[in-house]
């Protein structure tokens, strides 16, 4: 396993001290994590045509639907079936062109359940996207500024569904429909289109090959769902940490990103410089140091070999002589409720506990697992 990148952590994380190369991180900035006044400033601040910042884009790109990625993985086999369903029956919801924003490494924005309507009808079929030249790490968090800094949208869109279950959960689904139709599934916002068990039949009938034989039709989409990438993407974070672009403003997007207005790579501007300097730190967290940012964010470390670099560090500091505040020192870092819970689960008493004896408990943690 790769060496835990501590500074990097520390700056990439939501209260980390962003340096020059925040907003250009090869690890994405989670909408609900991006200050909203950095944001703003960042979605006007560019350094325009020529600059790093400007950047080029394709409304109008085609790609096979297999080559694409997934981002997210909340993907719900039931809303994908009747999307192909309903695109077989009659063209609705439009499959050809996914009004969905891809990265140049084929990374998926959004528009998940239409890219697996269309594999599980024909994986080689060609789909219209709109394709922007950034890789997905930085074209998630570029996606973020404008969700936030332009939409002052705080929250992406809530994810259920798993990608994972995709391919076992097909074959069950296109049985139940083939009898009752698709009004039995549910899903939360389903189902919909809704296809009468006729309905179904026919629509099945027109899977590429199976020429007229909705049994034939079924067969060649569940085999298709076995050839849907499940993989997604390693750093992309949640659904509802996701960026939130419509069909519509994909045009605004592109625009801006090639007039280099969005501000997101060195050297930026003064404005998002100043607003840098102050993203995710208030000025009482600006007092406290490394070892309470990393206190504050404990649970972003999934590893054992992570939460040993990290109390090491944590341990450091208490051996220099930096670290104060006990109890309230924690409360002060975490906020009540999360030092509550923190308390808690460590064993460590109200007003009683140096702040070292935290990182000691924490450490025997270690020891025992």
């Not at 060496?3 to 700056?11: G, L, Q």
């Not at 705080?154 to 074959?171: H, L, M, R, Y």
């Not at 670290?323 to 924690?330: A, E, H, P």
Request: aromatic share 4%.
């Amino acid at each position: 396993m790769a060496k835990f990148n501590y500074t990097k952590w520390i700056t990439e994380n939501k209260y980390g001290k962003f340096d020059e190369e925040a907003l250009g991180s090869e690890t994405p900035i989670p909408l609900s994590q991006l200050d909203p006044e950095l944001a703003k400033t960042a979605a006007t601040s560019g350094g325009g045509t020529g600059s790093p910042d400007e950047t080029q884009g394709n409304a109008n790109a085609t790609i096979a639907v297999g080559s694409l990625k997934p981002a997210q993985k909340e993907v719900i086999a039931a809303k994908a079936l009747c999307f192909a369903l309903g695109f077989l029956r009659d063209g609705t919801p439009d499959l050809e062109n996914m009004e969905a924003i891809i990265s140049n490494d084929k990374y998926i924005m959004d528009g998940h359940h239409r890219w697996a309507a269309r594999t599980l009808i024909d994986p080689t079929a060609d789909v219209g996207v709109a394709k922007i030249e950034l890789p997905a790490d930085e074209l998630i968090t570029v996606l973020n500024i404008y969700t936030k800094g332009v939409k002052k949208k705080e929250k992406g869109n809530p994810g259920v569904g798993a990608i994972s279950s995709f391919k076992t959960d097909i074959p069950d689904l296109i049985d139940t429909v083939i009898a009752e139709g698709t009004g039995v599934l549910k899903y939360h916002k389903g189902p919909w289109p809704v296809l009468t068990a006729e309905e179904v039949n026919t629509s099945l009938g027109k899977v590429p090959g199976a020429n007229g034989d909705a049994a034939k039709g079924a067969a060649k989409m569940k085999a298709n769902a076995n050839k849907l990438n499940i993989e997604i993407h390693p750093n992309a974070p949640s659904r509802v940490d996701m960026p939130v672009i419509d069909g519509d403003e994909i045009p605004d997007v592109l625009a801006k990103l090639k007039s280099g207005k969005i501000d997101f790579k060195p050297n930026y501007s003064d404005e998002t410089k100043a607003k840098l300097g102050k993203a995710g730190l208030d000025e009482q967290e600006k007092e406290l140091g490394d070892v309470e940012i990393l206190m504050k964010n404990i649970d972003r470390i999934n590893t054992q070999q992570e939460l040993e670099q990290v109390i090491q560090k944590l341990m450091n500091h208490v051996a220099s002589g930096k670290v104060t505040g006990g109890s309230m020192g924690l409360t002060k870092a975490l906020g009540t409720g999360p030092a509550s819970t923190i308390k808690k689960q460590f064993g460590i008493k109200e007003s009683i506990d140096p702040r070292s004896s935290l990182y000691e408990k924490i450490e025997k943690l270690i020891d025992k697992n």
